[in-house]
């Protein structure tokens, strides 16, 4: 199971320097192998239309609707209010790193803030 961060989706639907080493994980992903929390969606929906415009981001929300979406419940938002606190991490990164502990799942991601983390596969 992985959650691919936002960072690595927006790398893709925005053709950053990252784009093709994201291409194998986007184009595996459905609902038995990915987790994606809400606020991922949130600032990938948010990014792309900003750079791509709304017809770009309604398509990488299709996309990210591909996996599982989970919501931020009770349960995440403690989990990821005492990582926040124990690793230093916003708010985002945080809620991240719960739904990828809470589901046992990898987190794939270029984001500095996760590099060195247990459960982290960072991408140069």
């Not at 053709?15 to 990938?44: F, Q, S």
């Amino acid at each position: 199971m992985i959650l691919l961060d936002s960072y690595g989706w927006i790398e893709y639907f925005t053709d950053g320097p990252r784009a093709k080493k994201y291409e194998k994980y986007v184009e595996a992903i459905n609902e038995d192998n990915t987790v994606i929390p809400t606020i991922v969606v949130y600032e990938v929906y948010r990014k792309v239309k900003a750079s791509a415009g709304e017809e770009g981001a309604i398509e990488a929300y299709a996309q990210l609707r591909r996996a599982r979406i989970v919501e931020l419940d009770e349960r995440i938002a403690l989990r990821a209010a005492d990582v926040s606190l124990a690793l230093n991490l916003g708010m985002a990164d945080a809620v991240v790193y719960a739904t990828a502990q809470t589901f046992d799942a990898k987190v794939v991601t270029s984001d500095v803030h996760f590099k060195g983390m247990k459960g982290v596969e960072f991408i140069e």
